[in-house]
């Protein structure tokens, strides 16, 4: 973990990020500190035995199934041991990833995702880039593939920075991807501004108790003429211009606002955002989000309505994600 934090430090040059280097290391230490988790010495555990394992000989970035290999292939025995120790970081949510032709076989097919969002970027090559609510780091490594100067991942979940560590381990320091176990409202901001070319918060928003502060906090970190990727749940036209769910949305209990599309360009035009456009409407599928091997609990299918899929168990909408896009004035 040190030296990932490390290689981390040496990766900010900018004089913006001076703020980061001061407040950040306390804030990691006490995210690790196993007293605030039960699981994390397990999960601590089994990374120590994933780190058992060479790096990987190759790696691919560009492809559904983020994949590691080696040259030689593992014996039947190595397999089995490695898979019995990638399963200790169940549930694998956000993915799907290949290691070692051990196909994780995700609860989101995240591939799905990065495909409906990607056309609409402006290329990452060069750029510096944060991805708020990471999860795995799926769509972070995918990112990645693209040749950013420097990729950001923020999560506060430390299951997931544990998958992502697994990841990072086999395919080594070479790739600039780094992952924060905290939030977006603990990252400061230096006087001179945000240093970001393009920040993302996918599948997040909904989670905000103040969704306006959310998005002023992701305008916070961009750079002047910097883009903005939003992800989030949104609610039919036909339905009004926002749901505050009564209690749970789709069995969810942290979700509280869940915009029109108009409804949502106008937060963003109100909170200083050009060019706010919806690239992408995209009702989930039972498909997309599912129980597997890899996530044996319940999954999409037991959140909808039985009689219609349409419908969230609750009787509300059911999930529709929008994707827009815009940016910060220069
Ligand atoms: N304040 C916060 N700051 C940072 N992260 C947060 C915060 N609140 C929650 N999270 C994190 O945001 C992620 C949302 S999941 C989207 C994953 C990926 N982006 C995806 O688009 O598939 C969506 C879902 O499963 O509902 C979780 O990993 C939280 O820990």
Request: charged share 25%.
């Given at each position: 973990?040190?030296?990932?934090?490390?290689?981390?430090?040496?990766?900010?040059?900018?004089?913006?990020?001076?703020?980061?280097?001061?407040?950040?290391?306390?804030?990691?230490?006490?995210?690790?500190?196993?007293?605030?988790?039960?699981?994390?010495?397990?999960?601590?555990?089994?990374?120590?035995?994933?780190?058992?394992?060479?790096?990987?000989?190759?790696?691919?970035?560009?492809?559904?199934?983020?994949?590691?290999?080696?040259?030689?292939?593992?014996?039947?025995?190595?397999?089995?041991?490695?898979?019995?120790?990638?399963?200790?970081?169940?549930?694998?949510?956000?993915?799907?990833?290949?290691?070692?032709?051990?196909?994780?076989?995700?609860?989101?097919?995240?591939?799905?995702?990065?495909?409906?969002?990607?056309?609409?970027?402006?290329?990452?090559?060069?750029?510096?880039?944060?991805?708020?609510?990471?999860?795995?780091?799926?769509?972070?490594?995918?990112?990645?593939?693209?040749?950013?100067?420097?990729?950001?991942?923020?999560?506060?979940?430390?299951?997931?920075?544990?998958?992502?560590?697994?990841l990072k381990h086999f395919i080594g320091e070479q790739?600039?991807?780094?992952?924060?176990?905290?939030?977006?409202?603990?990252?400061?901001?230096?006087?001179?501004?945000?240093?970001?070319?393009?920040?993302?918060?996918?599948?997040?928003?909904?989670?905000?108790?103040?969704?306006?502060?959310?998005?002023?906090?992701?305008?916070n970190q961009m750079r002047p003429g910097g883009e903005?990727?939003?992800?989030?749940?949104?609610?039919?036209?036909?339905?009004?211009?926002?749901?505050?769910?009564?209690?749970?949305?789709?069995?969810?209990?942290?979700?509280?606002?869940?915009?029109?599309?108009?409804?949502?360009?106008?937060?963003?035009?109100?909170?200083?955002?050009?060019?706010?456009?919806?690239?992408?409407?995209?009702?989930?599928?039972?498909?997309?989000?599912?129980?597997?091997?890899?996530?044996?609990?319940?999954?999409?299918?037991?959140?909808?309505?039985?009689?219609?899929?349409?419908?969230?168990?609750?009787?509300?909408?059911?999930?529709?994600?929008?994707?827009?896009?815009?940016?910060?004035?220069?």
């Amino acid at each position: 973990m040190k030296q990932h934090y490390d290689t981390f430090w040496s990766h900010l040059g900018d004089s913006r990020f001076e703020i980061w280097k001061e407040v950040l290391p306390p804030l990691i230490e006490e995210a690790l500190n196993p007293e605030g988790n039960g699981n994390l010495p397990r999960w601590l555990d089994a990374l120590q035995k994933i780190k058992g394992y060479p790096q990987a000989d190759d790696y691919d970035l560009n492809v559904d199934a983020v994949s590691v290999t080696n040259k030689t292939p593992l014996s039947g025995e190595e397999k089995a041991e490695l898979e019995r120790t990638l399963r200790a970081f169940h549930p694998w949510r956000k993915g799907p990833f290949s290691i070692h032709d051990i196909f994780i076989d995700t609860e989101w097919h995240s591939d799905w995702k990065w495909q409906r969002v990607r056309p609409h970027l402006a290329p990452l090559e060069d750029r510096r880039v944060l991805d708020i609510g990471c999860g795995s780091g799926y769509h972070l490594w995918r990112m990645l593939g693209e040749k950013p100067k420097l990729a950001v991942g923020v999560d506060p979940s430390l299951l997931f920075m544990n998958q992502f560590l697994v990841l990072k381990h086999f395919i080594g320091e070479q790739e600039p991807g780094f992952f924060l176990p905290l939030t977006l409202e603990q990252l400061p901001v230096s006087q001179k501004g945000g240093a970001f070319d393009t920040v993302f918060s996918m599948g997040v928003l909904y989670h905000r108790r103040s969704p306006i502060d959310h998005i002023l906090e992701l305008k916070n970190q961009m750079r002047p003429g910097g883009e903005l990727v939003l992800e989030t749940l949104v609610v039919p036209e036909s339905f009004g211009q926002l749901l505050v769910p009564e209690d749970r949305y789709a069995q969810m209990r942290n979700v509280w606002f869940l915009p029109s599309v108009p409804e949502l360009e106008i937060w963003l035009r109100r909170c200083g955002f050009k060019n706010v456009r919806c690239v992408d409407l995209d009702q989930t599928s039972t498909k997309e989000q599912r129980t597997t091997d890899w996530m044996e609990w319940n999954s999409l299918e037991s959140f909808l309505d039985p009689q219609d899929p349409n419908k969230t168990i609750e009787g509300y909408p059911a999930p529709l994600r929008a994707v827009m896009v815009c940016n910060k004035p220069q």
